[in-house]
């Protein structure tokens, strides 16, 4: 049995850092009764309810694929095992979704194949038992191969999955509502029957009813995928026989690292240099605006590109720095998220810049200033505060136009790493699949689906979040 050593790359730790100061900022906003209100509007809200429960599931799948490790690889024939257990690592870097969905990862097949298919999507030419050659569809090694006559079988097993995958989903369905239930009722101190029918009519609290039915729709399409995926490739395979649903999980992780941890840097930039134009005036403002002109003066995408091909440079010149393909895939998403953060800070600084105009002059602000209170405490005190919910709302706002960023990149060969899975990267293959004759294309339909959701749902609780914390919609 091999054992297994935990490895965390810098894109794994930045995600969870992230992770740990947005739960502690919800901890510490049960400090500010504007701040509670603004949160509990946001949770009266159906559609804000309904698109954070399906980032949540995004959000679950990409912390599973952000905790990697290596496995320690079997002594050779005769060796005898050290008494310290020093084995050689694999230089292949896993994660816990890897493991989790090991039969897609796993089941590879010799190139495309048809979503739920049990034959290859080309013909080719197969040499009978008496030497003879002719063209057909040869079987899959992994999709359908229990069938024996999948000619006939085919149909009634697919429906017969389905079903149990739907009654998976009704039990795991069922199973969380009478935990929510039971959290309820112990909250609000009332029946279990009370807070049933509180939940179901909508009545006070959280939109849990819209939690539940967006949870059931999920399940009701989790379940019958989870249970097609262990026999067929449900969204088909793609040049080299990988199962594309596989991959299309695997991309959720790149999206969510490209969409949060740019906000470490557009976050400190944008906030610091939009407040110090805005409240200092003078040369200082006269300098933050000629900056962000300048970057705004250059088109994006060129900026974005001589950015990437240098680090590009830098990390062909040190392959001493990596000791795994996977460090080196995550170094240039690293570089990629510090790029863009670097070139999209511009938007946000203006806008702080604005209200920072309007604040100063305000009488509080002030009255400060004339009782000889610090420019630095009146930023932190005065200043600062009242900007939060535009930086906020920005933040969000901004997650889906990142997350569409990195497929435009990929597609145009200047975005992640060749070897790293992304939206962008699956779109950018399906170019040549749209080519050929007959047309592949699931994969180019998978990635669109998973992206479209994804973005859908940060669209519309951006929306939500924008009203609830925007004074002026109040």
Known sequence: MTGIQPLVLWTDLLLFGLLACTLLAGWSVRRSEPMRAAWRRVGESSVGMTSLTILMVFLLVGLMDSLHYRERLAPAGGEQLAADDRRQLSTEVRSALDALAAPLRTRVEKTYSAPLAYQLFARQTVEGPDGSQKREFPRLKHGGADLKYPEHELDGDIVGRIGMGLAVAAVAWIVFAAVLVKVVAMSRRVPAGAAWRAIWRGKGGPAWRAVLATLGVMLLLIGPLAALATEYHVFGTDKVGQDVLFLTLKSIRTALVIGTLTTLVTLPLAVALGIMAGYLGGWVDDVI????????????????????????????????????????????????????????????????????????????????????????????????PNLMHLVLIALVMDFSGLVLAEAVLSYVGIGVDPGTVSFGTMINAARMELAREPMVWWSLVAAFIFMFVLVLAANLFADVVRDAFDPRAS
């Not at 203006?350 to 420019?375: C, D, H, I, N, P």
Request: hydrophobic share 50%; net charge positive.
């Open 289 to 384: 605006q000629y900056i962000y002109t300048v970057l705004n003066s250059i088109p994006g995408v060129l900026l974005i590109a001589a950015a990437v091909l240098m680090m590009q440079v830098v990390i062909d010149t040190h392959p001493e720095w990596f000791e795994t393909a996977a460090e080196r895939a995550d170094a240039r998403l690293l570089a990629l998220c510090l790029i863009l953060g670097m070139t999209s800070w511009t938007g946000l600084c203006r806008l702080l810049r604005g209200e920072t105009l309007k604040l100063r002059e305000l009488e509080y602000v002030q009255a400060a200033r004339a009782f000889g209170v610090s420019t630095t405490r009146i930023l932190a005190r005065h200043v600062l």
